[in-house]
């Protein structure tokens, strides 16, 4: 047995650097050079013999901005008010972003019947390439989404030494930076990002996101090349997480591409879970063919669930085509097993979704990108969606004025469970949906835009085909805000979805009536900003509200990573003037939530004061949407949970990946079963959202004064079916008695049979004026703090309150670098601005390969009133 895994292993791993070898990104050694002063041609500077004087190192994949930003040649563009130091496109004119950019790299050409392909996975916007002296785009490029494939064999030097040159337009309409949403809205006349022209969370990117964005890879295959695979599984039935599982269905299909002057007879097959399922091809010199595989009825599948409903389990699919017993190609496809599925609801008008037959309460976040620059990593978007999971959401919006997101974002989001609704490029603001005094043009020439209607439908057709075989993506929509003009929108609903995918509702725009009836009873979206906590149980919205939310202020820590030193004040102490650079950097006032736990001149106890402020107002909305759920609501998209800029609104955690308490809140009233509190009438109730029934549990509520002196309101046995909202009792007269003078701490628990805490809520109540008197007062509280490694990429902290004092509140824990004494980022805590009462201890996990890669790091504690402590880890 050992003997046959060892053997087994060797050849895996041989098969691995081979598959390895077949495919590699040319990602490093790129340079590069603005088009002023150079007269040579693309032929001429393909030539590998032509001497690149003056070019200078570039970054590949990246925009023209970051390669001058790393090259020292602009100043950071998310720092202070540095990016009005750039010169913008719209005012220097797009030759000014014009840059030619070069690559040197071996490949020799191959023999027989084999083929070197060139593939460039994003562009921005136009491009012509060249290579060893040959144009290799038989006309300009253009589509910051549609990528490119070229064969590339016959142009290879024999010597296996090429050069690559690629000239790389911006586009061709910039905009006016005006300070509207996508500037004067003439950005949308191309087909590409719009927020890159500004908005009101963003300054613009000043050379509009030119640049070779994303990845250039070579790929070698045999005669026979395998293009955009398709998985479809079908998941008939009701089903249910773990246990025996009925059979599903797996539909795939490729299109193969026959290189070759001669035709070819071969095989194209899969392995699945045992099954070896294939299908005989003849394909014609130089065809291009999809191929439809038999079904595969696959027994006892393991189900994809969305994030608090169960596991995500993936599976691993080789698709090969067999030339003559030989492997031509090989394409590795990972999916996952489940079916989406949506119906109307009826009670609430709205659209209700479904995942394996389950209906799922939607509880999502607006998403931008990963960085305004577009600078991507596979890390990055690991982290940003595992913040997404932590906060008990489960799903991302891909807000239409950026882009289609990148497979390695579909990766996190199929890994971490969370269900993807993809926006297609259109805003409501650009593209004409309401009368705008900042927009050049009128709203019907604007209803027209883009200007090149059949470059969006093709951008729209290999973007499905590069994203569809991810499970975590879910639902795709015509616009943000907004239908794309008529032709574009039929052709996209009647004809290119139906034919690419097929299995993926698709919303006309992210606020339509067939998303979201607003009818009788429905207020819209929003609302945006920060609101008083009671107005989100009481204010009724779409009951599919695809934006609401906005606030978002980090601490200090957070705060000084960008904002310089004489702008480190609070931003608003005057009455309607707000700090120059707050301003800048898109602020919106905290003052009237901030100042009920006392005012301050001090720029970190402001900070800390609006966590609180954080804190309690997604905590609030969270739990107002749920309250309401299948009543009001089928789902609620959060305004937005991240900024790809250092914007001071609508983010869970800052630009640095640094989380704030919006993040924690969000965390705790979004948990999957929770307990909580309406403070408009008093009521206490539990929502359930899992599938399975919630008995034998008991229900404690006590309030707890500033000295720590516990109340017992309630101890009583409760359950709570699945999916639904359970009410029990309203204690507001009594908690509105028990707060008046200095207000109090209100403890909620749901206990299991073990007297485990299974959910526990704590709310902080103001006194009878509306203020936090009794927190401005409160007396510290003597906690004892540990902090031990359990394995290399985590540390448990306790935090342990004794008996006889006050509540320890709101403590932020961090994993600090020992010698700044500055955050390590990003890392992830099981819970964070947590409080712990009197005689009881709370125990948070910190995670994540900077944990391991820190091996000297510190933890950090600070809170309310517990003084900051800075603790070795033990082992």
């Known amino acids: 047995m050992f003997r046959k895994s060892v053997i087994s292993c060797l050849l895996l791993m041989a098969f691995l650097k081979l598959s390895a070898q077949e495919k590699y990104e040319l990602n490093s050694g790129w340079q590069c050079r603005n088009i002023a002063g150079i007269q040579a041609t693309g032929q001429q500077i393909s030539d590998p013999g032509y001497r690149l004087s003056g070019w200078t190192a570039a970054t590949v994949p990246g925009t023209v901005l970051t390669t001058l930003l790393d090259n020292k040649q602009v100043p950071d ?49 136009g491009c012509d390439i060249f290579l060893n002296g040959h144009k290799i785009t038989a006309a300009t490029h253009f589509g910051a989404y549609l990528r490119q494939s070229y064969n590339i064999t016959p142009w290879l030097a024999k010597s296996g030494k090429n050069r690559l040159a690629v000239i790389v337009y911006p586009p061709e309409f910039p905009g006016n930076p005006n300070g509207g949403q996508g500037g004067d809205g003439t950005i949308a006349r191309n087909v590409g990002p719009q927020y890159t022209a500004g908005w009101d969370w963003i300054q613009p990117m000043r050379d509009r996101n030119t640049g070779i964005w994303d990845k250039v890879t070579i790929e070698k295959t045999g005669a026979v090349r395998i293009k955009d695979p398709h998985i479809i599984t079908r998941v008939p039935g009701t089903r249910k997480p773990g246990g025996a599982q009925a059979p599903a269905i797996i539909l795939v299909s490729a299109t193969l591409e026959n290189a070759g002057a001669k035709s070819i007879a071969g095989t194209l097959r899969y392995t699945l879970a045992g099954n070896t399922i294939q299908q005989k091809v003849t394909l014609a010199p130089h065809a291009v063919t999809t191929i439809q595989l038999p079904d595969l009825l696959l027994k006892q599948p393991s189900l994809w669930w969305p994030a608090g409903y169960g596991p995500q389990h993936l599976y691993q699919l080789q698709l090969q085509f067999l030339n003559n017993g030989k492997q031509d190609d090989v394409e590795e496809v990972e999916f996952g097993v489940r079916e989406i599925q949506t119906s109307w609801n009826t009670h609430t008008r709205s659209r209700e979704i479904a ?134 929108f039929h052709a996209m609903k009647d004809a290119i979805l139906p034919a690419l995918d097929g299995t993926r509702y698709f919303f006309d725009y992210s606020n339509s009536d067939s998303m979201s009836y607003n009818g009788i009873g429905g207020n819209g979206d929003g609302p945006y900003g920060i609101q008083s906590v009671p107005y989100f149980w009481s204010y009724r919205t779409f009951p599919f509200n695809s934006e609401v939310g906005s606030v978002g202020v980090g601490d200090y820590e957070s705060l000084e990573r960008f904002l310089p030193v004489a702008n480190q004040v609070p931003p608003d102490l005057k009455p309607g003037k707000i700090d120059s650079l707050w301003d800048y950097h898109k602020y919106i006032a905290y003052n009237k939530s901030i100042d009920p736990y006392g005012k301050t001149t001090d720029l970190k106890a402001w900070a800390d004061k609006a966590q609180l402020v954080n804190y309690d107002q997604y905590r609030g909305l969270m739990e107002g949407f749920s309250s309401h759920m299948w009543d009001w609501y089928t789902g609620v998209i959060i305004w937005k949970t991240q900024n790809p800029w250092t914007a001071l609104r609508g983010q ?52 707890y004064d500033m000295h720590g002196h516990d109340s017992l309101l309630s101890q009583v046995f409760v359950e709570a079916g699945p999916a639904t909202v359970q009410k029990f009792m309203s204690v507001k007269a009594v908690l509105d008695k028990l707060s008046e003078k200095e207000g109090a701490f209100f403890s909620l628990r749901l206990l299991n049979t073990q007297q485990q805490a299974v959910d526990e809520n704590l709310y902080w109540l103001p006194d009878a004026t509306g203020n936090y008197s009794g927190l401005q007062h409160l007396l510290p509280a003597s906690v004892k703090i540990t902090a031990r490694k359990t394995n290399a990429d985590s540390v448990l902290v306790t935090i342990n309150n004794p008996a006889g004092g006050p509540v320890a509140f709101f403590n932020r824990i961090s994993l600090v670098d020992a010698q700044t004494k500055k955050r390590v980022l990003p890392v992830f805590y099981s819970d964070n601005y947590v409080s712990v ?26 809170g309310n009133n517990v003084l900051r402590q800075l603790l070795t880890i033990s082992r």
């Not at 989380?659 to 929502?687: E, F, I, Q, S, W």
């Not at 005689?839 to 950090?860: C, F, H």
Request: hydrophobic residues 35%.
């Open 652 to 703: 869970m955690y800052d630009y640095y990946l640094d989380p704030n308490a919006c993040l924690y809140g969000t965390r705790k009233g979004a948990a999957p079963l929770h307990v909580m509190y309406d403070p408009t009438d008093g009521m206490v109730m539990a929502v359930n959202n899992t599938f399975s029934y919630a008995r034998d549990l008991m229900l404690e509520l006590k309030v």
């Open 837 to 862: 009462l009197p005689g009881e201890q709370r125990t948070i996990t910190v995670s994540g390969a900077a944990v391991a890669a820190n091996g000297g790091a510190l933890i950090e504690v600070y």
């Open 355 to 488: 995942v394996n037959g389950q209906k799922i309460f939607i509880k999502g976040g607006n998403w931008i990108t990963s960085d305004a620059m577009f600078r991507f990593s596979k890390e990055r978007y690991d982290a940003e969606v595992r913040f997404h999971r932590d906060m008990n959401l489960n799903l991302i919006r891909i807000w239409g004025g950026s882009l289609t997101e990148r497979p390695e974002f579909f990766e996190a989001c199929d890994k971490y469970g969370l269900l993807v609704f993809q926006d297609f490029w259109m805003s409501g603001d650009c593209n004409g949906r309401w009368q705008d005094p900042m927009k050049k043009d009128d709203q019907w020439t604007r209803r027209k835009y883009p200007d090149n209607h059949q470059l969006f439908l093709e951008s729209v057709a290999d973007q499905v085909k590069m994203l569809r075989n991810y499970p975590s993506l879910a639902f795709w929509c015509g616009g943000n805000e907004i239908t794309p003009p008529a032709d574009i």
């Open 77 to 125: 563009p998310m720092y202070g008010m540095n990016n009005e130091r750039i010169p913008d496109i719209y005012h220097t004119g797009r030759n000014h972003y014009t840059y030619w950019f070069v690559k040197d790299f071996p490949e020799k050409a191959p023999a027989g019947n084999a083929q070197v392909w060139l593939h460039f996975r994003g562009v921005n916007d």
